[in-house]
């Protein structure tokens, strides 16, 4: 019997370990397989582990009946009399270094081309960046409430699109704490969903448009578009969480707040359509910059 717990690890190594074993508990995996399975499972999860933590239990012939060992920096296995055991550390024993698999050497290769061609000035693209606020996301029970953009064309200043949109159902109470957005507010400042809607047609144009998971935007402006009986919108549609993903597998997690630090912008009001989309905005630039986005 094996059984190994992991701790903020990247999915794919979460996916490689199911093939051979079984999770029972969020994090934590048993299985049975060979000692030589074993050892090349725990070689495959110390090259992707990225900043995470992983520790294995595994049977072994001594006198406690089990082995293990662990990539925690707090913990020191010791063997004592043949005996194993975990010794606490007072002092973390530093970072992992991690990456020696070839897929983690082509990714680092990718990553310091990136950095060398990023010396050199890119051109901004004309673009727009996008962000809704919902009463939820159910496409059917929920509505648009909030609506924010941030446009670009070289050689003007920059644009901006902020409306409150009025809902149809009364707002949940954990939409308001989220967002802020009240009742009163809407009914007192919003505009309705069709208005809203050519405004933001005219406001876009036929700029390629880009988003924070904007697949769930793009299919709440679809739905708005067919029940005020318009065409939907024929933009190019740029997500960047899967963008996100692919090109950085160790962060903890891809919410907007976690993968705006890594580049050190800062949102003031998290969840305020049009303040995402400058921050989606800005997210873009710097992707541009790195040479992983290209518009």
């Known amino acids: 019997m094996i059984v190994i717990t992991l ?3 990247p999915k794919s190594l979460k996916g490689d370990l199911t093939k051979w074993y079984q999770e029972i508990q969020t994090n934590v995996y048993v299985g049975n397989v060979s000692a ?3 050892d090349q499972l725990w ?3 110390m ?8 520790t294995m239990v595994y049977n072994s012939n001594n006198e406690l009946g089990y082995q293990f060992r662990t990539t925690r920096k707090d913990r020191e296995v ?8 975990m010794r606490h550390l007072n002092v973390a024993t530093g970072p992992v270094n991690h990456g020696f698999s070839d897929a983690a050497k082509f990714h680092r290769a990718k990553l310091m081309t990136r950095t060398r061609a990023s010396r050199q000035p890119v051109a901004k693209p004309a673009m727009v960046a996008l962000d809704l606020e919902t009463t939820g996301l159910d496409l059917v029970k929920d509505d648009i409430i909030s609506i924010g953009a941030v446009k670009r064309v070289p050689g003007q200043p920059e644009d901006f699109f902020d409306s409150l949109i009025k809902a149809e159902r009364a707002i949940p109470e954990n939409i308001t704490t989220l967002t802020g957005l009240t009742a009163e507010m809407l009914v007192t ?4 969903l069709s208005a809203g809607l050519q405004e933001l047609r005219e406001f876009v144009g036929s700029l390629p448009i880009v988003g924070y998971n ?3 935007d793009e299919m ?8 005020i009986n318009q065409p939907e919108l024929t933009n190019r549609m740029i997500d960047l969480l899967p963008m996100m993903k692919k090109t950085d597998k160790f962060l903890d997690n891809y919410r907007l707040q976690t993968v705006l630090a890594k580049f050190d912008i800062v949102n003031q009001e998290p969840h305020h359509a049009l303040a995402d989309a400058k921050a989606t905005f800005a997210l873009a630039d710097k992707l541009i910059e790195n040479r992983v986005l290209k518009i």
């Not at 010791?78 to 055991?85: A, I, K, S």
């Not at 400042?189 to 309705?192: C, D």
């Not at 709440?220 to 029940?227: D, Q």
Request: net charge positive; no cysteine; glycine share 12%.
């Open 78 to 85: 010791v063997n004592f009399d043949g005996l194993p055991l």
């Open 47 to 54: 090259e992707n582990i990225g900043h995470g933590e992983a």
């Open 43 to 45: 070689h495959r999860i």
């Open 220 to 227: 709440f402006l679809t739905s708005g578009f067919r029940t």
């Open 189 to 192: 400042q919003g505009i309705s």
């Open 7 to 9: 701790t903020n690890v």
């Open 214 to 216: 904007l697949r769930f």
């Open 36 to 38: 030589r399975i074993r």
